[in-house]
């Protein structure tokens, strides 16, 4: 009875063992990638940063204000592209809109001409 006990003991132990080395994995793992994205997040940032300073340093600020203008003009672009297709759906979808009044406005004309 006494051996029972002691393997019951020493089993939940190593369970114990597994569990808190399972967790602290785990738990390190998220860690690692929370801060990783941190960092690929600080890079972008820097090597924004270093164009600048290139750009400065060579007394050239032409060439980096001319890449960011094209920068935004193409993200400008996109948004033009986007606000056609809204554009478009809107008028889509007050077209489906006019359609269906007239044709509750004709339901209505014909079941009184029936009457």
Do not use: C, P
């Amino acid at each position: 009875m006494y051996f029972n006990t002691i393997a019951t003991n020493q089993l939940w132990t190593l369970y114990f063992i597994i569990y808190i080395t399972v967790v602290s994995i785990v738990i390190a793992n998220v860690f690692v990638g929370l801060f990783l994205a941190d960092i690929d997040q600080l890079s972008q940032q820097q090597s924004h940063d270093d164009i600048i300073h290139a750009s400065v340093k060579q007394k050239s600020f032409q060439s980096y204000a001319a890449h960011k203008l094209n920068q935004l003009h193409y993200k400008i672009g996109g948004n033009e592209h986007e606000n056609e297709l809204m554009r478009r759906q809107v008028r889509h979808i007050e077209f489906i809109l006019q359609q269906h009044q007239q044709m509750k406005h004709q339901d209505g004309l014909t079941s009184s001409y029936s009457e």
